[in-house]
């Protein structure tokens, strides 16, 4: 028979911890998974411009009207595409950029900010 102070296991004050920090992680994965997921149909979206074999031609109103579309279908418009899109001329390629912020409310006044920085580039007409 084994002495009772020796035995080992956990204590409820280490099952309520545990359960703490499981919670506490299904939170932040349920909080932030949304703006991930428009991340992920952003970025996606300028890939699939990249590989239009047009895009280099594209006058940038153009660029931002195809992403727009894309966009639209994907239900991921919850951001300003005219301030995050830039275009940028290097030679014979367009360096397409779209930079933007996501600020997602955690609890009561504390908010997460999410910073997003996705670039390809095209070539332009020969």
Known sequence: MQNPKRQAGMTMWSLLFVLGTLAFSLF????????????????????????QPDAGTMAIGEIKEAIRKRLEIDSADNFNLDNSLTVTARGRTKVIRINYESVTPMLLNISAL???????EVRGPE
């Open 28 to 51: 932040l994965l349920f909080k932030l998974l949304p703006p991930y997921m428009d991340d992920f149909k952003v970025k996606s979206a300028l890939e699939s411009l990249g590989r």
């Open 114 to 120: 999410l910073t997003f920085d996705h670039s390809i």
